[in-house]
């Protein structure tokens, strides 16, 4: 059994994966690598899993230590949606990962860009993806002194998501405005929205697979895309959210301009430019990206994905803002 490790081990991606991870393969064969080693649940520690301290903004001597061992590193992508940063921290990653030994990487990628085979995207926030995932086949095809081989894994976006595609409407806020102001008219093609924690599922099945048998594994130096099971267009999303919010709720498509004044948004964004950069996904949206649906996430789980509505309303229900 190969180790495995998986960086950053942080966020709901990394926390859910590692989760399903520690079912699957002996918790002495998992390396979880992050900011805060010490915020790892004892109960995983106890089990036998290692915990080493690194983050994105580690020297890469630093990272290369944290690598140490690792047979099969799950690179989870850095939690921005800029381009020139985030290709900045992660491919010196990559490279700190082939030096300390790394044979595979898992990858982390996202369901923008179409067919899995696809290199081209609208978005800005898949630039930094598509990059990486370009150094990742030139490492595995034409570098002559290295093993390394991937999988690039496109998550599909969360059903957990739905703010930051809605101008971060709320449902458990009942004093937001009945307009959901968003440069899209809502109709199709839209989103194959699927649940995060089957996405974690998922690519820990993917990881355990893999490091179980490599010979074997189906998705060396490949792509998978993983998608819920049909695309819901904004407008369908909407109305999924507004009878959660049990309230009338409609979109009304706005230019660019406007909404990046919106101050919910400018809030979030911290900039009208970061915010404009960010807008590229309703292009992306409108041109298809995200409405591609495949079997792929069904294989891999076993099981038929959950459907949005039931996503989306538990993850409401769990995280209901009682306060307002």
């Given at each position: 059994?190969?180790?495995?490790?998986?960086?950053?081990?942080?966020?709901?991606?990394?926390?859910?994966?590692?989760?399903?991870?520690?079912?699957?393969?002996?918790?002495?064969?998992?390396?979880?690598?992050?900011?805060?080693?010490?915020?790892?649940?004892?109960?995983?520690?106890?089990?036998?899993?290692?915990?080493?301290?690194?983050?994105?903004?580690?020297?890469?001597s630093?990272?290369?230590?944290?690598?140490?061992?690792?047979?099969t590193?799950?690179?989870?992508s850095?939690?921005?949606?800029?381009?020139?940063?985030?290709?900045?921290?992660?491919?010196?990653?990559?490279?700190?990962?082939?030096?300390?030994?790394?044979?595979?990487?898992?990858?982390?990628?996202l369901?923008?860009?179409?067919?899995?085979?696809?290199?081209?995207?609208l978005?800005?926030?898949?630039?930094?993806?598509?990059?990486?995932?370009?150094?990742?086949?030139?490492?595995?095809?034409?570098?002559?002194?290295?093993?390394?081989?991937?999988?690039?894994?496109?998550e599909?976006?969360?059903?957990?998501?739905t703010?930051?595609?809605t101008a971060?409407?709320?449902?458990?806020?009942?004093?937001?405005?009945?307009?959901i102001?968003?440069?899209?008219?809502?109709?199709?093609?839209?989103?194959?929205?699927?649940?995060?924690?089957e996405?974690?599922?998922?690519?820990?099945?993917?990881?355990?697979?893999?490091?179980?048998?490599?010979?074997?594994?189906?998705?060396?130096?490949?792509?998978?895309?993983?998608?819920?099971?049909?695309?819901?267009?904004?407008?369908?999303?909407?109305?999924?959210?507004?009878?959660i919010?049990?309230?009338?709720?409609?979109?009304?498509?706005?230019?660019?301009?406007e909404?990046?004044?919106?101050?919910?948004?400018?809030?979030?964004?911290?900039?009208?430019?970061?915010?404009?950069?960010?807008?590229?996904?309703w292009?992306?949206?409108?041109?298809?990206?995200?409405?591609?649906?495949?079997?792929?996430?069904?294989?891999?789980?076993g099981?038929?994905?959950?459907?949005?509505?039931?996503?989306?309303?538990?993850?409401?229900?769990?995280?209901?803002?009682?306060?307002?």
């Amino acid at each position: 059994m190969k180790t495995v490790g998986i960086f950053p081990a942080a966020g709901g991606l990394g926390g859910s994966t590692y989760r399903h991870l520690l079912k699957l393969v002996p918790a002495d064969k998992v390396i979880l690598i992050s900011r805060h080693p010490e915020k790892t649940p004892q109960e995983y520690i106890g089990a036998g899993v290692q915990t080493r301290q690194a983050s994105y903004e580690s020297v890469p001597s630093d990272l290369e230590a944290a690598f140490a061992g690792v047979d099969t590193l799950f690179l989870i992508s850095y939690p921005s949606h800029v381009r020139d940063y985030r290709v900045k921290v992660q491919l010196p990653a990559v490279d700190a990962a082939r030096r300390a030994g790394v044979t595979h990487i898992f990858y982390s990628s996202l369901a923008f860009a179409g067919e899995a085979t696809s290199d081209h995207s609208l978005a800005e926030v898949m630039q930094a993806h598509l990059a990486t995932e370009a150094y990742l086949r030139q490492l595995a095809t034409t570098s002559s002194d290295s093993s390394l081989t991937y999988t690039i894994i496109r998550e599909g976006l969360y059903a957990e998501s739905t703010p930051i595609y809605t101008a971060f409407f709320r449902p458990d806020q009942p004093q937001q405005p009945s307009e959901i102001r968003i440069p899209h008219a809502g109709s199709g093609p839209g989103i194959a929205w699927v649940a995060r924690d089957e996405l974690g599922e998922a690519s820990a099945k993917l990881i355990a697979r893999y490091a179980a048998g490599p010979d074997t594994f189906p998705y060396v130096n490949r792509t998978v895309l993983l998608t819920g099971t049909r695309a819901w267009s904004l407008a369908d999303t909407v109305r999924v959210l507004a009878e959660i919010a049990e309230r009338e709720l409609a979109i009304r498509q706005v230019s660019v301009d406007e909404y990046v004044r919106l101050p919910q948004v400018r809030d979030v964004f911290g900039s009208e430019e970061k915010a404009r950069s960010w807008a590229t996904a309703w292009d992306a949206i409108r041109a298809g990206e995200t409405a591609v649906v495949t079997e792929e996430m069904e294989e891999v789980l076993g099981r038929r994905p959950e459907d949005f509505e039931v996503s989306v309303r538990k993850y409401w229900e769990a995280n209901a803002d009682v306060s307002s």
